[in-house]
RNA sequence: GCCGGUGUGGCUCAGGGGUAGAGCAGCGCACUCGUAAUGCGCAGGCCAACAGUUCAAAUCUGUUCACCGGCUCCA
C-alpha cells in the first residue's frame, strides 16, 4: 500500500510500486504544462518509478525549476538535431542557463550562425513527432562503454563519484545527465537558437575549443516574444551606439582598448567626477595625484612585478626600465611616507583619480566596460588594524548612497578569497577574510563568495553592477592589504610611543570612471538625468530673427552653470525638437514671437512635453526642483 | 590569446570579376515656420591594410589589423 499526498488532497495504491505520473493524475494535479515531478523535495522525471509513499508535487513548465528543466530538455533536444545533421559530432556540457540554455559542441564539421534555423528546424522535427526520452541507470563501467566512442562523456564519467550513473536516450541521440527531462518532445515549443561562440572544454585555455551554441525556452509563446524583444530593446541601449549617436565618445583602430572622450562624454565625466569629489570631501577623504611612469623597483618591491607583470606596460628612461603604473598604491605609499604619521593621523584616507594602463588580451576589450586605460576613482586608507570594521562598514555605506540613493542601480555583492598566485601568509588572509565577512555580516549585506578571486595582497568585497543585457560588471570593490604597508616599512607612531604597521584599504566606487560612463548610459538608455545630461537645456528659436533672443538667453543660463545650447539652424520648429529628443535633452526651450515680446521660454520636457510657457523666475524653479545630488547639503 | 562572424562616404545599409549606389547627416539656395522629419540642388568613398590569382579585384585566395558574439582573463 502506497500513500501519496500533496497539500490536503490524498491518494492511495494498492500496488508497490508507481510511477509518479500516475500519482500525479490520481491527485488530480495533471495537466499540458507538467513536465516533472517533485518526490519528497526531490525533482525526478515523470516516469520514474517510486516505491514508498510521501509528499508529491507536480512540476510545471512555467514555475522557475519547471522552466529550468525545459531549458536544459530543449539543449538535449537541440544535440539530438545537430547529431542528426552533423553524424559523429560529440558534446560537451549543455546545460540550462538565466536566461536559456548552452550546448559545447565538437562538431563533426563547423556550425556557423547561418546554420541555426537548420538546427532549429531539425529541433521542431524532431519535438512534431514527439520524440520520446527515456532514463535508464547504468553501472559505470557500463557507461564508460556505452561512451566508449565519446571522449568528453568518458571523461565526465570517470570522474562522478558514484556506481552508478543516469543516462537519458531520445532516438539516436544519448547523453549523460542527472535529469530530469521532460516526457518527451512534444512538450517543448517556444525556443530559439540564438548565437554561437567558442567555449573552451571545460573551461580552460589549455584545452580544445569546442563551439558553444546559446539558445533559450520558455513555457509560453508570448514569454519568449517578450524575451525576444528584450534583447532586441538592450541592444538600442548599448552604449557603444549611444556614445556614437550621442557624441559622447569614439573608438579607434589606432587606439585600441583606449577610449576617445568628446566633449559631450566629458560634460557627463566631468559631473560625475564633481559629485565624486563632493562626497568623498564630506567624509573625510583628501586627494592626491602621482606620476604616470614610475621606476621599475618600485613594482618589484611592490609585487606587482611577480603577480601583475603579465599585464603592465614597461618603457625606459635614460637607459633605466621603468613601469607605466596599472594601480595606484605604491604611488599613494610614496606619499604616506613623506612624512612621520601619529597614530592620531589615521585613518589617513587618501583618493586619486589615477589613469591606470593595464595589458587586456585582444579579445576581451568592450566599448568602455573593458579597456586597457581607465581612471579608477581610488582611495587608499591606513588605518589602525582595530578600526577595519568600521572603516569597511563606512565604505559600504558610501557604496550604497551612490549605487542605489542616486543612480538606483540594483547591485551584488561578492566576497572574493585568496588567488592561487598570491603574497602573505595563511594567518594574515584568514584575518583579513574574517575581517571583511564580518563587516558584511554585520550589516545584513546579502552577498555570495567568490573564491580565489581576491587580488594578490588581499581578499576583497566586489560590487557588482548589472548592463542592458543582463551581463554584471564588477565596479566597486574594498580591498584589505596586510601586505604593502608592510613591504613599504609604512608605519605609524601608536598611543604607547611604538612604531606600528597600519593596515591598507584599497577602494574604488565607479571602479573605473569609464566602465560606470559605460553602465549609466545603458542603464538610462541615453537619456540621462537632468544634473548629469551633457546638454541640459536646448533653446529652440521658432524662426531666425528669434536667433539673438535664444542667444540672449543661454548667456543667462550660462551664468546659471548650465549645460546649454541654441539650435541655429534653418529648420522648421518640428525637426529641431525631435532632433533634441533624438539627443535626450532634458528641457528644450521654444521661443518665438510671443515669448521674446513677454520675456518668456515655452519650456518642454523630453518626456512630460509642453509645460507651457514660463518666466525665467519660473523656468529657475522648475529646475531647482530636479533631482540633483551635487546641491544637496 | 582562442573559436566563429563582420569590415563599402560622418551614420545606417545595398551591390558584388569589367571604371561605386541609396537614405539620413553635411554644404548651398528658397521657405521664416508654434511642439518628433519643408523643398530643390551640390559635394563626399583608393570599398580596413598588405600580398597574390587574373587582360581586369571592392568582388576570388592568403596574411595582418580592427570590430562584434562568446571562452579564458578582469575595474
Known amino acids: 500500500m502506497l500513500q501519496f499526498k500533496n497539500g490536503d488532497k490524498s491518494c492511495e495504491f494498492d500496488k508497490n510500486e508507481i510511477i509518479l505520473h500516475d500519482v500525479i493524475k490520481s491527485l488530480g494535479l495533471d495537466n499540458k504544462k507538467i513536465i516533472a515531478a517533485k518526490f519528497n523535495g526531490e525533482l525526478m522525471d515523470l516516469s520514474r518509478c517510486v516505491n514508498s509513499?510521501?509528499?508529491?508535487?507536480?512540476?510545471?513548465?512555467?514555475?522557475?525549476?519547471?522552466?529550468?528543466?525545459?531549458?536544459?530538455?530543449?539543449?538535449?533536444?537541440?544535440?539530438q538535431a545537430i547529431l542528426r545533421l552533423y553524424p559523429g559530432s560529440h558534446f560537451g556540457v549543455g546545460p540550462a542557463i538565466k536566461d536559456g540554455f548552452y550546448y559545447d559542441v565538437d562538431a563533426a564539421g563547423t556550425i556557423t550562425e547561418n546554420d541555426l534555423p537548420k538546427i532549429e528546424a531539425e529541433m521542431r522535427k524532431i519535438a512534431g513527432a514527439g520524440e520520446k526520452v527515456s532514463r535508464e541507470d547504468m553501472p559505470k563501467d557500463e557507461a564508460l562503454k556505452f561512451f566508449a566512442e565519446d571522449p568528453y562523456k568518458t571523461e565526465l564519467i570517470s570522474e562522478i563519484d558514484a556506481p552508478t550513473v543516469s543516462v537519458y536516450k531520445q532516438g539516436e541521440y544519448a547523453d549523460l545527465c542527472r535529469g530530469p527531462h521532460v516526457p518527451d518532445a512534444s512538450k517543448i515549443h517556444n525556443f530559439k537558437l540564438l548565437s554561437i561562440a567558442g567555449a573552451y572544454w571545460r573551461g580552460s585555455e589549455k584545452n580544445k575549443m569546442l563551439t558553444r551554441i546559446y539558445g533559450t525556452a520558455f513555457a509560453n509563446p508570448d514569454e519568449l516574444k517578450a524575451y525576444i524583444k528584450m534583447l532586441e530593446e538592450a541592444k538600442l541601449r548599448d552604449h557603444r551606439k549611444l556614445g556614437k549617436d550621442l557624441d559622447l565618445f569614439s573608438l579607434h583602430e589606432e587606439g585600441p582598448g583606449f577610449p576617445f572622450f568628446h566633449p559631450k562624454g566629458m560634460a557627463v565625466m566631468n559631473t560625475l567626477i564633481d559629485f565624486w569629489r563632493r562626497e568623498h570631501n564630506k567624509r573625510g577623504y583628501t586627494e592626491i595625484k602621482t606620476p604616470q611612469i614610475l621606476d621599475r623597483e618600485l613594482w618589484i618591491r611592490s609585487g606587482h612585478w611577480d603577480h601583475y607583470r603579465e599585464n603592465m606596460y614597461f618603457t625606459e628612461i635614460d637607459e633605466k626600465p621603468y613601469a607605466i603604473k596599472p594601480m595606484n598604491c605604491p604611488g599613494s605609499i610614496l606619499v604616506y611616507k613623506t612624512q612621520l604619521r601619529s597614530y592620531r593621523d589615521l585613518p589617513m584616507r587618501l583618493t586619486e583619480l589615477g589613469c591606470v594602463h593595464r595589458h587586456e588580451r585582444s579579445g576581451v576589450l568592450h566599448g568602455l566596460m573593458r579597456v586597457r586605460c581607465f581612471t579608477q576613482d581610488d582611495a587608499h586608507t591606513y588605518i589602525e588594524p582595530t578600526k577595519i570594521k568600521e572603516e569597511v562598514t563606512a565604505i559600504m555605506e558610501l557604496d550604497k548612497y551612490f549605487y542605489t540613493n542616486v543612480f538606483g542601480f540594483k547591485y551584488s555583492v561578492e566576497l572574493s578569497t585568496r588567488p592561487e598566485d598570491s603574497m602573505g601568509t595563511d594567518e594574515q588572509w584568514e584575518a583579513a577574510e574574517n575581517a571583511l565577512k564580518d563587516a558584511l555580516e554585520s550589516t545584513n549585506t546579502p552577498y555570495t563568495i567568490n573564491p580565489g578571486d581576491g587580488a594578490f595582497y588581499g581578499p576583497k568585497i566586489d560590487f557588482h553592477l548589472e548592463d542592458c543585457i543582463g551581463r554584471t560588471w564588477q565596479c566597486g570593490t574594498i580591498q584589505l592589504d596586510f601586505q604593502m604597508p608592510g613591504r613599504f616599512g609604512v608605519t605609524y607612531i601608536g598611543e604607547d610611543g611604538a612604531e606600528h604597521t597600519p593596515v591598507m584599504i584599497h577602494r574604488v566606487v565607479f571602479g573605473s570612471v569609464e566602465r560606470f560612463m559605460g553602465i549609466l548610459i545603458e542603464h538610462y538608455a541615453g537619456a540621462f538625468p537632468y544634473w548629469l545630461a551633457p546638454v541640459q537645456v536646448k533653446i529652440i528659436p521658432i524662426a531666425d530673427n528669434h536667433v539673438d533672443y535664444a542667444k540672449k538667453l543661454q548667456e543667462t543660463f550660462f551664468n546659471w552653470g548650465l549645460r546649454v545650447e541654441v539650435d541655429t539652424r534653418s529648420e522648421k520648429l518640428g525637426k529641431k525638437i525631435r532632433d533634441a529628443q533624438l539627443q535626450k535633452v532634458p528641457y528644450m526651450l521654444v521661443v518665438g514671437d510671443k515669448e521674446q515680446a513677454?520675456?518668456?521660454?515655452?519650456?518642454?520636457?523630453?518626456?512630460?512635453g509642453d509645460l507651457g510657457s514660463m518666466t525665467l523666475d519660473e523656468f529657475k524653479n522648475v529646475l531647482d526642483n530636479e533631482f540633483n545630488p551635487l546641491k544637496s547639503r
Open 53 to 79: 509513499g510521501g509528499e508529491v508535487e507536480a512540476v510545471s513548465a512555467d514555475s522557475p525549476e519547471g522552466l529550468e528543466i525545459l531549458r536544459h530538455s530543449t539543449a538535449h533536444l537541440m544535440a
Open 598 to 608: 513677454e520675456n518668456k521660454v515655452g519650456v518642454r520636457e523630453r518626456s512630460k
